[in-house]
């Protein structure tokens, strides 16, 4: 099996850096040990046999592993480690996976992510306890929720090492919820660690007093071939197909793994390269925006429906619908603000489930601009779509660099319209026309 950081695919530079702090982390723990100790806490109070997880943490620093030994620094045991992170990086580059690995690499028995111990297989799965977790299912993190996060992240820590808080999309952190994190950045609870995931550094992305307080962890796109071979070694596709996918997701690991083994995304995606042949005037234009809209909301409600049926079920069973009697009619009045509650929340997570499938859609459209502008330049790139390139080059024949440019640039101005909230339609529909005028 290989170590937590197996699935940060082409980020060599990176990976080097979480271990050399994963190993000053572990360094820090050994040091605070006999402290613990002296203080009436013996590292092996939590085990029978008096050999805990801190006496295998130092005997793997004292003798060399598998890999050799990992030395922490000598003169300061926690140089390398920060109590705050952020991981930037554009999609696709594996932002969440470096933190979770990171986490794991920070709770593991061995210390720099072995991938073998509890603390490794949990964190990975998502069920150890001083890990927690913020995946932002709508279209922003509230306050509410960020302040309930900090007062918990707060607490010591129940296997003895760190208390790790993961935010991913913390761009889509509201004021008032960064600067509730902010204060908790700037007093950090002794073994608390926070793991930022946003795809920049810019103020518009994460705010500069909370970046001024944290360790930066850039993060590239990794290469089609590295996507590739991640995806014959883990997944088990054929080399072929895998190379095909990794070329058409242009970097994207997750992507990749969808276009490779889910026939519908490969469907949606010949139906998004479809859309320069229909492009022949005003009125196809239209119908082009609305077939790309409609098929992005049906996307988002297929994704978000079971999910919304289960928790609409979980609360009204909690508020006590099915009962009888005057009591359980009367709650289930009371309820109605929680149901509505929920609605709202739904409705958020459909939204962005909604946008993040035009996005793709708009990606893929994108790779076909390129093409078609690469062609018409004669540049010795491969193509991102390769099942395509006949129509790019003729695309590239009849519109020439300039006119291919000013297509690929009306793609990415409709991306950057609907991320500043302009409705999709709009965008998409103004994006079109542009497309068939040139």
């Known amino acids: 099996m290989t170590d937590v950081f197996g699935d940060l695919v082409g980020q060599d530079e990176a990976v080097a850096t979480l271990r050399r702090a994963a190993a000053s982390a572990a360094a820090l723990l050994r040091a605070a040990a006999p402290v613990a100790a002296h203080a009436g806490a013996p590292a092996g109070a939590g085990d029978p046999e008096g050999h805990d997880d801190l006496d295998a943490l130092a005997e793997e620093f004292d003798e060399p592993g598998a890999d050799g030994p990992v030395a922490p620094p000598a003169a ?44 490794c297989h949990t964190t990975l799965a998502g069920t150890h306890a001083d890990v927690r977790l913020v995946v932002p299912e709508g279209l922003s993190i509230g306050v509410g929720e960020m302040r309930a996060l900090v007062l918990r992240a707060a607490s010591t820590p129940s296997g003895g090492r760190w208390q790790v808080v993961i935010i991913e999309d913390a761009d889509r952190l509201t004021e008032a919820a960064g600067n509730a994190l902010l204060k908790a950045v700037e007093e950090p609870p002794p073994r608390t660690v926070f793991l930022l995931c946003a795809p920049s550094t810019h103020p518009d992305d994460v705010s500069v007093t909370i970046r001024s307080r944290c360790r930066v962890v850039p993060l590239r796109q990794p290469h089609a071939g590295a996507v590739a071979e991640v995806l014959v070694r883990r997944d088990g596709i054929a080399p072929d197909v895998a190379e095909w996918a990794a070329a058409a997701a242009q970097g994207h690991v997750g992507r990749a793994r969808r276009l490779a083994r889910d026939p519908e995304a490969r469907q949606r995606r010949d139906a998004v390269l479809a859309v320069p042949r229909r492009l022949t005037g005003v009125g196809a234009a239209f119908d082009a925006a609305s077939a790309l809209i409609e098929a992005a909301e049906a996307e988002a409600a297929a994704s978000v429906a079971e999910a919304d049926e289960a928790e609409r079920a979980a609360l009204q069973t909690a508020l006590g619908a099915g009962g009888t009697g005057r009591g359980a009619a009367g709650a289930m009045r009371g309820a109605a603000g ?32 390129r093409d078609a502008l690469t062609m018409a330049l004669r540049a010795p790139v491969a193509p991102v779509h390769t099942d395509t390139a006949a129509l790019a080059g003729a695309g590239a024949q009849k519109w020439e660099a300039e006119g291919a440019l000013r297509r690929l640039e009306a793609v990415l101005e409709c991306r950057a319209a609907i991320e500043a909230n302009v409705k999709p339609r709009i965008a998409v529909e103004a994006m079109m026309l542009s497309l068939w005028r040139g």
């Open 76 to 119: 300061d045991p926690g140089a390398g480690m920060t109590h705050a992170w952020i991981f930037t990086g554009p999609p696709g580059s594996g932002r969440s996976v470096a933190a979770r690995a990171f986490a794991a690499a920070l709770q593991c028995v061995h210390g720099t992510g072995c991938g073998r111990c509890p603390g």
């Open 338 to 369: 929680q149901l509505k509650d929920l609605e709202k929340r739904q409705k958020s997570r459909a939204t962005r489930a909604q946008r993040d499938a035009l996005d793709r859609a708009l990606v893929d459209l994108a790779g076909f601009y």
